[in-house]
Every structure is written in structure tokens, then in C-alpha cells.
């Protein structure tokens, strides 16, 4: 009977030294996913911040190219007017 008995703590020994051992891994595999998402949401905010400023910086180009084209236009609209009324008063 003191054998059994005997036994029987020493699985129950391991076994709860393998539980231990196992809830340990758990917990370090919880810490390395936290991680892991951690740096993943700092690489997709860093990625938004570096999508919104080129999205700024290519509007302001557009903008300006837009304005530049549109000066041309009125520019060369004005002489082609200058021109009809030149061509209609000979």
C-alpha cells in the first residue's frame, strides 16, 4: 500500500511539474504574440502616417499643377481674344 501511495505522488509530482511547465510556455507564447501585435500596430500606424503625407504632398502638387495649367489657359485664352478683336477691327 506505501508503494501505491508512494506512486501515485510521483506522478502527480510530474504531472503537475509538466502543468507548470506547460501554463509557463503558455504565458511566454502570450508575451510573444503580445509583441507580435505590438509591433505590427506600430508598423500599420506608421504606414498610415507615411500613406497621409504623400497623400498630402502629391494634392498639393495637383493643386498646383491645376493652377499652373489653368494661368497658362487664361493666359493664352486672353491673346487668342486679343487677336480675334485685332483680326476684326482690319
Do not use: C, F, P
Not at 510521483?10 to 502543468?19: A, L, T
Not at 500613406?51 to 485664352?77: C, G, P
Amino acid at each position: 500500500m506505501a508503494e501505491r501511495n508512494e506512486l501515485l505522488e510521483q506522478h502527480k509530482k510530474k504531472w503537475e511539474e509538466r502543468m507548470e511547465g506547460r501554463r509557463q510556455k503558455e504565458i511566454e507564447y502570450m508575451k510573444a504574440r503580445e509583441k507580435r501585435v505590438e509591433d505590427y500596430e506600430q508598423q500599420l500606424h506608421n504606414i498610415r502616417v507615411q500613406d497621409s503625407e504623400e497623400y498630402n504632398r502629391i494634392k498639393i502638387r495637383m493643386e498646383t499643377d491645376v493652377q499652373v495649367k489653368y494661368s497658362a489657359y487664361s493666359t493664352k485664352k486672353n491673346s487668342n481674344s486679343v487677336y480675334l478683336k485685332y483680326n476684326s477691327l482690319t
